[in-house]
């Protein structure tokens, strides 16, 4: 894509942030943002009339999703090079496909998902019906993030659709290009009674969060978070939070380094850092750290040429304040043995390693989000878990040794979001585990199924009926008190370990009682014709 196309992108970009809301009205000849009250109370009214629940309608969305995002995946690719400079390999590898392929795995499983479910039940209510009810909590907020801008705003999304919300996107206004294609582009596949897109700054959205949503589903930073989660106490509102936080890796003299190396490298270079669970920082010997670093200076000869910065697949940071933030790290923050290497204009810097760091030097008290990897040395895995848990909980936490034993014992004595084993990144991929953070690092989870019942609510649902024997035996609740009825109430109503096969009791009782009163009715019949006789 040229220079001239990229700039155009931008221009039209800036000016559609200068208005942000759509549908403005006019006011003394000026335009005016929308009323978010009124955008709020119109999804709202939609959802009461139960416009978003069929399934039908769930699965018809999901699928103009995906249509959209085939049809104008170069819309997306030339969006996602103006905010990031991002290779086209990366755009469809770290977002388009993978938003296809989760939209393919929910519509495999929605029905499943929302059937009604018949847990176990107890002797008390041998004779109800126990189910689960899946309901959708009404109009979603979905705050996504910049440095994914695609991916962090739509897989929630689809989730929400999927469990029958109604939905306001706002996308992250860092990621101008990106933000400006979702607010186009989603009213013409998405039902814009059900789905709006807001979009603003931090005006925008404080006015946002003074709305009460049914749920709020944010991505972002630990700081934003707790203004997130704050705004949402005021009316008891549901949040899940995907945060950050330094992400520790671990790596122990055991592993094959140079495929380990290149395993961690590669976490860290994609999106030049700028991921919530990209490797934060390394735990490691001096000796292993000398491997690795002589293994870094290889492999990014082998990945990116002896220019890196002519490299088309390495991405730039997002903003210029971004980029001057990291590169403050790279002044006394340990020495530099690897990159280290700086543009303004192009807000490059190359992939770097620090040595020598301490862990009170600033680049250890903050997610660094670029693509700078300090090493601290520890002589064993002991020392590691006692710094990992000296701060706060990861969102990931990464172990690279062969040993079972080292394995286990991190994995058991580190708290974390997740953990992943001799790789980074991969465990994001496995639809069928949770994501999501613990502690600092967030609130909730999704991913697969899990996105689904996020933004579901599970109503138990107890349904009785007018059950002679069933009454005979429940009637011990009710006055004139006695110890006997006490007595009756606490063994019927007695936790009990599940009897195998208990669910086809009923069917069993019912072919005996069959047979029963066919034993019963011959021997009537044989008395009849003995008195005959």
Same mark, same amino acid.
């Given at each position: ?12 970009? +800036?000016?559609?942030?200068?208005? !942000? ?74 977002? +388009? ?19 009604? *479910? ?12 126990? *189910? ?121 003299? &055991? ?19 700028? &991921? ?18 002589? @293994? ?9 040429? @002896?220019?890196?910065?002519?490299? !088309? ?37 190359? !992939? ?79 639809? &069928?585990? !949770? ?88 021997? +009537? ?9």
């Amino acid at each position: 894509m040229s220079n001239d196309t990229v700039n155009k992108i931008k221009e039209d970009c +800036i000016k559609i942030q200068v208005q !942000p809301a759509r549908n403005h009205h006019k006011a003394n000849g000026k335009q005016a943002p929308e009323n978010y009250a009124d955008v709020v109370q119109r999804l709202r009214d939609t959802f009461q009339r139960g416009k978003s629940k069929p399934i039908e309608w769930r699965i018809k969305q999901l699928k103009q999703v995906l249509r959209m995002i085939t049809e104008t995946n170069s819309d997306i690719i030339a969006a996602l090079a103006s905010d990031l400079h991002r290779s086209k390999f990366e755009t469809y590898a770290l977002e +388009i496909d993978y938003i296809i392929q989760e939209i393919k795995y929910t519509l495999m499983h929605i029905k499943e998902w929302s059937a009604t *479910e018949k847990p176990p039940k107890g002797l008390a209510n041998f004779f109800d019906s126990v *189910e689960i009810r899946k309901d959708p909590y009404g109009v979603v907020l979905v705050m996504g993030a910049w440095n994914y801008p695609l991916q962090l705003s739509l897989l929630p999304m689809i989730g929400a659709i999927a469990a029958g919300n109604c939905v306001i996107l706002k996308p992250s206004e860092v990621a101008v290009a990106t933000a400006k294609y979702l607010y186009e582009t989603i009213p013409k596949y998405l039902d814009t009674e059900c789905c709006h897109v807001v979009l603003g700054g931090i005006q925008e959205t404080t006015e946002l969060l003074n709305q009460r949503f049914d749920y709020i589903f944010y991505t972002g930073s630990s700081m934003v978070g707790k203004i997130v989660r704050n705004a949402a106490n005021k009316y008891l509102t549901p949040v899940t939070l995907e945060l950050g936080g330094k992400s520790p890796v671990y790596i122990d003299n &055991t592993v094959d380094m140079p495929m380990a190396a290149k395993r961690i490298l590669w976490g860290k270079c994609i999106n030049v850092g700028q &991921t919530c669970i990209a490797p934060d920082y390394i735990l490691c010997t001096t000796e292993v750290q000398n491997k690795f670093v002589e @293994e870094v200076k290889k492999i990014l000869k082998e990945w990116y040429g @002896e220019n890196v910065q002519e490299s !088309p697949d390495l991405a730039r940071i997002i903003t210029d304040k971004h980029y001057q933030r990291l590169v403050s790290y790279l002044n006394g923050n340990g020495k530099i043995a690897v990159g280290g290497d700086t543009n303004p204009t192009e807000r490059y810097i190359s !992939p770097t390693i620090l040595v020598n760091v301490k862990s009170t030097d600033p680049i250890m008290q903050d997610e660094i989000f670029g693509p700078i990897l300090p090493i601290i040395n520890v002589d064993n895995a002991y020392e590691a878990i006692e710094f990992i848990n000296k701060r706060e909980r990861p969102l990931v936490l990464y172990v690279f040794s062969m040993s079972k034993r080292v394995q286990d014992l991190i994995i058991n004595q580190i708290s974390s979001g997740a953990v992943c084993v001799n790789d980074t990144i991969l465990q994001y991929t496995v639809e &069928t585990l !949770p994501f999501g953070g613990v502690g600092n690092s967030g609130i909730g989870a999704y991913h697969g199924k899990y996105t689904y019942d996020t933004f579901t609510h599970k109503k138990g649902c107890l349904i009785r009926n007018y059950n002679k024997i069933a009454e005979m035996l429940g009637k011990n609740r009710f006055s004139p008190y006695s110890d006997k009825k006490l007595m009756l109430l606490r063994h019927l109503l007695e936790r009990r370990p599940g009897i195998p096969g208990i669910k086809y009791l009923p069917y069993i009782l019912m072919f005996g009682l069959g047979i029963l009163i066919t034993v019963g009715f011959k021997a +009537i019949l044989k008395n009849v014709n003995t008195d005959e006789q």
